[in-house]
């Protein structure tokens, strides 16, 4: 596969087009960002832990037969993905209360929400990623009913998968951001990445913050958290599931 001109590059990740036009290389960065990109900063060895769990929980997902863009690993830091039409709606994911939630509710961090709740953010950095409502997303023809639909009971069914697979490493899913795009066929399918960088996760004995947020708020050994966290993707079903 022969790396060619560089497509896009984001906060965290860059991507490449490749000698075959349904095929991208999508390469991670140590490179962090947070507030919109108003806090930057770097996080040693990122790049290949992010690339390493999600390549792992992308693997876990299609065993489930969850659409993913995930082809294969290619270098430490690198992966070839399929070429989508990315879908500007970021949906996320919530299980626990955390975050903005935390802003637009009365709940306090660390309450357990009743069921997943699901949210809609336009993907627009100039905007700063607003948040949207289903009716927003089919006045604006960010994407079909028929796709919504789909891409939303995606986002459920990967939370389930999801919640089950970081139980049995004593970790809780607390919430997470997930992209979607599709093939040249059509078929809506799971992009980006699922990482320390896109989700929140906390260790189920401590509450521990296990994720991005150790950057976000100043909390130390964020590198030793991503590492820890990679090695978590890689034990074995040793928790009880809940």
Request: with cysteine.
């Amino acid at each position: 596969m022969e790396r060619k001109s560089k497509l896009y590059e984001g906060k965290a990740k860059i991507l490449y087009e490749t000698d075959d036009p349904t095929v991208l290389l999508q390469q991670f960065k140590d490179d962090a960002t947070a507030f919109n990109g108003k806090k930057k900063g770097t996080i040693a060895n990122k790049g290949y832990v992010n690339n390493q769990i999600s390549a792992h929980l992308y693997r876990y997902l299609a065993s489930y037969f969850i659409p993913t863009h995930f082809l294969d690993v290619i270098s430490d830091t690198e992966m070839t993905v399929t070429n989508l039409q990315m879908i500007p709606v970021e949906v996320v994911v919530r299980n626990i209360a955390a975050g903005s939630l935390l802003k637009r509710s009365d709940h306090k961090e660390g309450d357990v929400l009743p069921a997943p709740l699901l949210e809609y953010f336009l993907k627009d950095d100039a905007k700063n990623d607003p948040q949207i409502t289903r009716e927003d997303i089919l006045e604006h023809e960010l994407c079909s009913e028929e796709d919504l639909e789909t891409l939303s009971r995606m986002a459920l069914k990967i939370n389930a998968v999801m919640k089950s697979f970081w139980q049995r490493r004593n970790i809780k899913l607390v919430d997470f951001k997930l992209e979607f795009g599709k093939n040249k066929d059509g078929k809506v399918i799971l992009g980006d990445e699922i990482s320390p960088d896109t989700c929140r996760f906390w260790d189920a004995t401590t509450d521990e913050k296990m994720d991005k947020d150790r950057f976000r708020q100043d909390l130390g050994q964020v590198e030793e958290t991503y590492e820890n966290m990679r090695r978590r993707v890689f034990m074995e079903d040793v928790f009880e599931s809940e």
